[in-house]
T-cell receptor, first 116, second 112 residues
Framework: GAVVSQHPSRVICKSGTSVKIECRSL??????MFWYRQFPKQSLMLMAT?????????EQGVEKDKFLINHASLTLSTLTVTSAHPEDSSFYIC????????????FGPGTRLLVL | GESVGLHLPTLSVQEGDNSIINCAYS??????FIWYKQESGKGPQFIID?????DKRQGQRVTVLLNKTVKHLSLQIAATQPGDSAVYFC???????????FGTGTLLAVQP
């Protein structure tokens, strides 16, 4: 149990285009989902926290207009990288917390984004 | 031995040896700590956790030690195997939010 999926697993796009990444909790309801970014050989950096039905809370330095987060249901959150540029190339990882154990985070497999 | 690269410290051990990975955490108010294993190109995988009211917790082949006095956490892996090769992160949380703060990470390289 407690499986989190991400789609797509890898995406290559041209500079200036927008990319949407989906994060799904497959067998539990997630009241809170988190989005992280990870550059090569570095740690995970929290970008934002999203609660179902409300606006996401962004960490300092993360542009909310560039990284649009939608958490429309208890099993799905999406991250849209708008007008992507090469410096946005990174590994994006989501996690989900079940309502029954909010301090627990189950991580997705990550999405590798390459912007050309 | 242990070395520090540009961003990621590396611990190299022989197969069958015990490994000890260390982590210094930042917030004295943190009350819940987790170790994660991350293989290349994958998301973090939960290994073991410990709460601040404990100083030691054991799992299968893994032990976590917590020293709150010096804000130090360690992960011990017994009889290290090639499949243990990965990057290991400690994470801390606590207080009003459930946000996880990840440590720098350590690359464990197991030599056969």
């Amino acid at each position: 149990g407690a499986v989190v999926s991400q789609h797509p697993s890898r995406v290559i796009c041209k500079s200036g285009t927008s990319v949407k990444i989906e994060c799904r909790s497959l067998d539990f309801q997630a009241t809170t989902m988190f989005w992280y970014r990870q550059f090569p050989k570095q740690s995970l950096m929290l970008m934002a926290t999203s609660n179902e039905g409300s606006k996401a809370t962004y960490e300092q330095g993360v542009e909310k207009d560039k990284f649009l987060i939608n958490h429309a249901s208890l099993t799905l959150s999406t991250l849209t990288v708008t007008s992507a540029h090469p410096e946005d190339s990174s590994f994006y990882i989501c996690s989900a917390s079940p309502a029954t154990s909010q301090e627990t985070q189950y991580f997705g497999p990550g999405t590798r984004l390459l912007v050309l | 031995g242990e070395s520090v690269g540009l961003h990621l410290p590396t611990l190299s051990v022989q197969e069958g040896d015990n490994s000890i990975i260390n982590c210094a955490y930042s917030n004295s108010a943190s009350d819940y700590f987790i170790w994660y294993k991350q293989e290349s190109g994958k998301g973090p995988q939960f290994i073991i956790d410990i709460r601040s009211n404990m100083d030691k917790r054991q799992g299968q082949r893994v032990t976590v030690l917590l020293n709150k006095t010096v804000k130090h956490l360690s992960l011990q892996i017994a009889a290290t195997q090639p499949g243990d090769s990965a990057v290991y992160f400690c994470a801390e949380t606590g207080g009003a939010t459930n946000k996880l703060i990840f440590g720098t990470g350590t690359l464990l390289a197991v030599q056969p």
